[in-house]
């Protein structure tokens, strides 16, 4: 089953917008991470940010956890059209020896 | 740096034939994984291999197997393919092995169909 769900499915927005996306997920967790996927291609590791963090940055991502929420989101700043793919975010619970990936959000971005 | 590479890139397979699918890295990682990814469900975890020597099930494990054949190669076996088993498989490896702690690092992907 899965551990992770994104929000929204599918996200369209014009180039230079920020673009938002949300995960929310349901049992405790010793990590969240965010991954990109170009179409036709493996996932990339974008960020990592652990249970006692808050809020971390990696150039124009900025991640955002909410542990009492069970949730994280992920903002992209100024968009490009490279950002055009798709982000998932996965999860590993404590003492768990795998990552659990949720079912990823659409991200195109229009010129 | 070659990274993780998975051979071959596409297959079509007939109902009840095998195969098996090769992966292997070059970063002297001590874990990796076989994911499949279906439309609408993300990536599920088949199998993995924490270590050389090691191998666990996943969540969805049933018509597969896999050989940790050394360091560097993980290998997935289809042994009669299903038309339930058209995916696209993504291997992956990650440095100290299963704590789930840690990033992973992923191939292109092959594109299996299932006639």
């Known amino acids: 089953s899965q551990q992770g769900e994104e929000d929204p499915q599918a996200l369209s927005i014009q180039e230079g917008e920020n673009a938002t996306m949300n995960c929310s997920y349901k049992?405790?967790?010793?990590?969240l991470q965010w991954y990109r996927q170009n179409s036709g291609r493996g996932l990339v590791h974008l960020i990592l940010i652990r249970s006692n963090e808050r809020e971390k940055h990696s150039g124009r991502l900025r991640v955002t956890l909410d542990t009492s929420k069970k949730s994280s989101s992920l903002l992209i700043t100024a968009s490009r059209a490279a950002d055009t793919a798709s982000y998932f975010c996965?999860?590993?619970?404590?003492?768990?020896?795998?990552?659990?990936f949720g079912q990823g959000t659409r991200l195109t971005i229009n010129p | 740096n070659a990274g993780v590479t998975q051979t071959p890139k596409f297959q079509v397979l007939k109902t009840g034939q095998s195969m098996t699918l090769q992966c292997a890295q070059d970063?002297?990682?001590?874990?990796m994984y076989w994911y499949r990814q279906d439309p609408g469900m993300g990536l599920r975890l088949i199998y993995y291999s924490a270590s050389e020597g090691t191998t666990d099930k996943g969540e969805v494990p049933n018509g597969y197997n896999v050989s940790r054949l050394n360091k560097r190669e993980f290998s997935l076996r289809l042994e009669s393919a299903a038309p339930s088993q058209t995916s696209v498989y993504f291997c992956a490896s990650s440095e100290w092995g299963g704590t789930g702690n840690e990033k992973l690092f992923f191939g292109s992907g092959t594109q299996l169909s299932v006639l």
């Open positions: 049992t405790s967790i010793n990590n």
């Open positions: 996965a999860t590993a619970a404590p003492g768990a020896q795998k990552l659990v």
């Open positions: 970063m002297n990682h001590n874990s």
